[in-house]
């Protein structure tokens, strides 16, 4: 007895097949193989695994059916009819049997093969019969034949075209059969094995192995993933996932989120649209991110990697890279190497990492796009309806316009070539196509540029070139003539520079054919235009100084991107190693790292960051010591709260030397070793304790003073029982005073326990203030009653120059707690008291926490408004501080509350 299960179509064969021998059909039914039975066969012999007609071969066999939601349980099974048949594309010869399901509700003719069925084959006739009967020798459908269907498509070891059409899948397997996972049964699996394949492979969600060879893989529509294997593959996809393998591979995401591994190999990843991340992995890779928000990581080896549009994550990994993070707010880390980074537009952060790195704050000169026709469709393709091309960080949009009586014409051309001269970037097979037949005037064709969604660059584009070829003459019927306009963001006309290959003349703006015919590959009727701009617009006027039919094409168009000129604030760290930095635009944080580093803020106020031992001899080209707004503090400032003296204890003015270097700059030494030369500024500009205190240099030596009846003193002097004077309630006695202090390893496990600095006079403070993030300082302007707190750690989030002190390497917070929540003085701003509620208590040990519980019964297991009392004043939510706190070195604004 023999039991086997089965897949069959949900179809009569008879209707299908051809009954005469030698004849042919071509397959009709149903794509897959929806149908299933357990057949059990109590015969012996050849017979236990055939299956013959009930009467005439006697058959016994019994099953138990599913087909189109119906059932059948131990229903009598036969063979009605069976055919020998050959695939005539494959030449494989097998038994097709009409299985009669005799009872129940899946009772029925239906189709069973040994073989899958492929839709649209045709197969040969080579035996009939309609009576079967094994034991005489008979034709019959033969359990031990049976292959069934694997959902795997695989090629062979040759070179194979693995698309819908192709047929060489050892099951009958196919591209899209419908025999793949999914609610469609499009998710396909594809080995392509050996050879230099090529694989496309369509609908659902597609896994693809490319094996080895140099292997072409297109994904199309679904999640796609695509493994490259061994071999230079080329990869193109939608969604979806692509790992190249071994070899130099090239590797295209297409539209949506896709995740691309290069490997091994010196591969070219292309992530397209959408928020991708690309991996490098080893050798000298090249990785562009495209639009979107994308996650590129070199990997090791010098990598050349392009974030472009939106805020990506770029990390270089080991080896010299180069990096351009285009515009958005990126995160950079140059990884180890002497890499080349440009932060480009936007508010950017960027670790140079290990060696020895050169930093651009800013984006400096613009990323060269093009318009790309052939981008827009094969050759032939009607554009005459005008499209939006994203390039990168520019949409370029075409607009196409009727002139007169010529009927133009405005399509892809991909077919001709155009002319390219020797060193030109255009390519030969991809051109707009103008054509008109009639006289005088034709066409115009528009170009408007325009920065991106979220492309912090202008809405012009420089340095345009294009080509326009087959301008040319045939007596009687055409003289093209071609114009060239060009116009700024205002509509004023911009120069236009023309130059013929051939023999065709240029008067102004003005192209004229010569006096002979070419073709679009000839030089003699090809000119370069080019435009430095900034240019915004760009007109192309065709007309026919004669009467017939006439014919121009425009190549691609190459132009560079100009970085806004918007103001961007950059944190920009060197890391180790002697960097060069630069901030260019906007209020930048500069860390040169350890090192000798050169520094550069360029525009705009910014902050230099000096840490103990991450100094070497670091040299700022440009410390702007004005004072445009006369807070009494200069323009660029020094982040010194990661310097200490020898005894540990935080840096102060007295703590600096000031020299000249030889060279008439002043040279700033500091207690361990640390030295910094500012070219330009004289040493007399920052000597003594009032001109370091306005470079950022703090001039109190033993930490926060806070107002008593005795004056202000030092907190770290007060103890329980002391008069601290309060802005409500005069003198008040402190009830607790808490320390806690927090090393290097635990700021950089938690920085958000990093303290938050205060310039001088930012909140009314007569000296730089470091309080902890959660601290709250009191603003009253433009508040209602008494006003309310901001915490610390919001306002280093709002424009102005409050900031986290990430340079801090060690910090002890010290806490005065009262026995109500009080306003009291620190280095003269109206900051909060110690307030003991759940955020606060979260930075102290359990031993600490069991102190408080003593001196405030109930805490921590009532509200702590009610063991406690409510906060002096409320506080403010960060997105009221975000949105009405402007800050200055001056003091706090006017805040106006929204409606």
């Not at 695939?87 to 097998?94: H, Q």
């Not at 950017?348 to 400096?364: E, F, R, S």
Request: overall charge negative; glycine content about 16%.
């Amino acid at each position: 007895m023999a039991t086997y299960d089965v897949s069959f179509y949900d179809v009569d064969p008879l209707g299908i097949f051809n009954q005469t021998v030698n004849g042919t059909a071509t397959w009709s039914g149903p794509a897959t193989a929806d149908g299933t039975a357990t057949i059990t066969d109590t015969e012996t012999g050849i017979q236990e695994f055939t299956l013959d007609d009930d009467n005439a071969g006697g058959e016994t066999a019994t099953a138990d059916v599913t087909v189109g939601g119906n059932t059948s349980t131990g229903s009598n099974v036969d063979a009605e009819e069976v055919w020998t048949i050959r695939d005539t594309v494959t030449g494989e010869i097998f038994e097709v049997t009409t299985l009669q399901v005799e009872n129940g509700a899946a009772a029925g003719y239906y189709t069973l093969s040994e073989v899958p069925l492929v839709v649209g084959r045709s197969y040969e006739t080579l035996a009939y019969n309609s009576n079967p009967d094994v034991t005489a020798g008979d034709p019959a459908w033969s359990a031990n034949d049976y292959i069934s269907p694997d959902g795997i498509v695989t090629g062979t070891s040759g070179a194979d075209t693995i698309d819908a059409s192709y047929a060489g899948d050892p099951e009958g397997d196919q591209i899209d059969d419908g025999g793949g996972s999914g609610p469609s049964g499009h998710g396909n699996i594809v080995y392509a094995e050996g050879g230099n394949d090529s694989v496309a492979s369509g609908l659902g969600n597609d896994l693809v192995y490319l094996g080895t060879g140099a292997d072409t893989g297109l994904g199309g529509a679904g999640d796609d993933t695509i493994l490259g294997g061994t071999g230079a593959d080329l990869i193109y996809g939608d969604n979806g996932d692509f790992a190249a393998g071994g070899g130099n591979d090239s590797l295209s995401g297409g539209d949506g989120a896709d995740t691309i591994y290069g490997e091994s190999g010196n591969d070219v990843l292309a992530g397209d649209a959408g928020a991708d991340s690309l991996l490098g992995g080893a050798g000298n890779d090249t990785l562009d991110g495209g639009a979107g928000n994308d996650t590129l990581d070199g990997g090791a080896g010098a990598d050349s990697i392009l974030g472009g549009g939106g805020s990506d994550s770029i990390i270089g990994g080991a080896g010299a890279d180069t990096i351009d993070a285009g515009s958005g707010a990126d995160s950079i880390a140059g990884g180890t190497g002497a890499d080349q980074i440009t932060a480009g537009a936007g508010s950017d952060t960027v670790d140079g990492g290990a060696g020895n790195d050169t930093i651009l704050g800013d984006g400096g000169a613009g990323r060269t796009e093009v318009l790309d026709w052939s981008a827009e469709g094969a050759d032939g393709t009607n554009v005459a309806a005008g499209f939006t091309q994203n390039t990168g960080d520019i949409d370029v949009s075409l607009s196409f316009t009727n002139d007169g009586n010529n009927d133009p014409i405005f399509t892809i051309e991909t077919t001709d070539a155009v002319y390219v001269e020797a060193g030109e970037e255009f390519d030969a097979n991809s051109s707009l196509f103008l054509f008109g037949d009639g006289d005088a005037a034709t066409s115009t064709t528009t170009m408007d540029f325009a920065a991106a969604t979220g492309a912090q660059v202008e809405n012009a584009v420089e340095n345009v070139s294009f080509r326009i070829s087959d301008i040319d003459f045939a007596a009687g019927n055409h003289q093209d003539t071609v114009t060239i306009n060009a116009y700024d963001a205002n509509g004023n006309p911009v120069s236009v520079t023309i130059t013929p290959a051939g023999n065709d003349t240029v008067s102004g703006n003005t192209i004229s054919a010569g006096p002979t015919g070419e073709t679009s590959a000839d030089a003699a009727g090809s000119v370069l235009v080019e435009i430095a701009g900034p240019v915004s617009q760009i007109e192309i006027v065709y007309s026919n100084a004669l009467t017939g039919t006439h014919g121009i094409n425009v190549s691609d168009v190459f132009f560079e991107t100009i970085p806004s000129t918007a103001v961007s604030s950059d944190s920009l760290d060197g890391g180790a190693g002697a960097d060069v930095i630069d901030g260019m635009h906007g209020a930048d944080t500069i860390t040169g790292g350890t090192g000798n580093d050169t520094m550069t803020g360029g525009a705009g106020d910014d902050v230099f960051v000096l840490a103990d031992g991450g100094s070497g001899a670091d040299v700022i080209t440009d410390f702007d010591t004005a004072d445009t707004n006369g807070d009494g503090v200069f323009n660029d400032q020094f982040d010194v709260t990661g310097l200490t003296d020898a005894a540990g204890n935080p840096v102060n003015a007295w703590d600096v030397v000031v020299s000249d270097d030889g060279f008439g700059n002043a040279l700033l030494s500091f207690p361990n070793g640390e030295t910094v030369i500012l070219q330009g500024v004289a040493p007399a500009t920052v000597t003594g304790a009032q001109a370091l205190s306005a470079a950022g240099i703090p001039c109190f030596t033993e930490g926060t003073l806070i107002r008593t009846p005795k004056g202000d003193v030092p907190i770290e002097s007060l103890k329980v029982g002391d008069l601290v004077l309060t802005k409500d309630n005069g003198a008040m006695p402190l009830r607790w005073v808490g320390k806690r202090r927090l090393e290097r390893r635990e700021l950089k496990l938690f920085p958000e326990h990093s303290p938050v600095f205060i310039p001088t006079g930012v909140s009314g403070n007569y000296a730089p203030l470091l309080v902890s993030p959660l601290h709250g300082l009191l603003i009253s302007n433009g508040l209602p009653g008494w006003g309310a707190f901001a915490r610390a750690k919001h306002l280093a989030e709002a424009p102005g120059p409050v900031r986290v002190a990430h340079g801090k390497k060690r910090v002890t917070y010290i806490h005065l707690m009262f026995d109500a929540h009080q306003v009291i003085y620190a280095n003269g701003a109206a900051a909060e008291s110690f307030y003991p509620g759940e955020q606060a208590l979260a930075m102290y040990p359990d031993a600490i926490v069991d102190e408080l519980k003593d001196v405030v019964p109930g805490l921590g297991e009532k509200p702590v408004e009610d063991c406690y009392g409510p906060t002096a004043r409320p506080f403010m939510k960060r997105k009221q501080v975000l949105r009405d706190v402007a800050l200055g070195h001056s003091g706090l604004s006017e805040i106006s509350l929204a409606a």
